[in-house]
């Protein structure tokens, strides 16, 4: 870059002061000032081109597409949507959107049509592997117009565990430092559910997880589709002398799912994760993992056969 020849860009001149019609040190540290910003603002901007191998990149980041699977439950779409403005506080450099698998708009494929020729990473709002996540949006997002691909499920993680430990905190969950009180009490992690057995698993992962930041029992339980229901898991605990049950929510948003699982608890029930901050860090975590993987491969165009 090529300084200015004006007045202002002289150098400093001796301790005696300066001579008339010259600006004074101050004016000049001033526009010297002004000069080091404008090129480390240019500096940053060529930076921002350039990818970590030196290739050139876009300049802007993939945009960010929450994946939150929908809800008749009026109160889900306020809460994803504050989610998703809790990320966009986070990474305010990232495009941050919101897709529903179904029941809510916007849905998934039309938020996708919205990113057509962009490049979008799609965090699913789930928390385990499943159907919707191995199946239902990897294929929505094959169909898409956008170059999208798809994130890890929330869990397990540390950083969810951190959110389940918030939410439980906040509806009142004290487990006591006396030993009895710790015998006594035990949480029930209520998840979805899911016949996949991966699924299963990583509930089972996140349980063990969040008993190890609890000192006390935690045993997986399901809305639908696995065992035990939450009201079995209640029973089986009260019936090891473990009467101080409460429940912890592994859900993202109020729904049927979490209301039938806080509707078994025979004390405290947690409140959805929302958009608890770890929640929001979480989903920053696997969208930049997602960017530091290995872009799957996609399908060659197919050739067709020569007609002799």
Request: charged share 20%; with cysteine; net charge positive.
């Amino acid at each position: 870059m090529t300084a200015s020849t004006s007045p202002r860009d002289e150098p400093l001149r001796s301790p005696g002061g300066p001579g008339p019609g010259h600006p004074s040190p101050g004016a000049l540290l001033d526009s010297a000032a002004h000069l080091l910003d404008g090129i480390g603002a240019q500096l940053a901007g060529q930076l921002r081109r350039v990818s970590y191998g030196g290739g050139r990149r876009r300049p802007d980041p993939p945009a960010l597409v929450l994946v939150a699977h929908g809800s008749r439950d009026p109160r889900a779409l306020v809460t994803v949507r504050a989610l998703r403005e809790r990320v966009r506080e986070l990474r305010p450099a990232v495009p941050v959107h919101l897709g529903h698998i179904e029941l809510n708009e916007p849905l998934l494929p039309d938020t996708l049509a919205g990113l057509a020729g962009a490049d979008a990473v799609l965090v699913p709002l789930l928390f385990s592997p499943g159907h919707h996540v191995k199946r239902d949006i990897p294929r929505m997002a094959a169909a898409a117009p956008a170059r999208a691909r798809v994130a890890a499920p929330l869990g397990p993680h540390p950083l969810l565990v951190e959110a389940l430990y918030g939410r439980l905190t906040e509806a009142g969950w004290r487990p006591g430092h006396e030993e009895a009180a710790r015998r006594a009490s035990a949480v029930v992690l209520a998840a979805a559910g899911s016949r996949d057995p991966e699924s299963a698993a990583g509930t089972r992962r996140t349980a063990r997880l969040l008993a190890e930041r609890l000192g006390v029992p935690v045993v997986p339980a399901y809305a639908s589709a696995a065992a035990p229901a939450v009201a079995d898991a209640v029973r089986a605990l009260a019936a090891r002398g473990r009467h101080r049950v409460a429940v912890a929510s592994c859900f993202t948003a109020p729904g049927r799912f979490a209301v039938q699982c806080a509707a078994a608890a025979p004390g405290i029930a947690a409140a959805p994760l929302g958009d608890h901050p770890a929640l929001a860090r979480l989903v920053l975590h696997r969208y930049d993992q997602a960017l530091a993987a290995p872009e799957p491969a996609r399908a060659a165009p197919r050739t067709p056969l020569a007609v002799p």
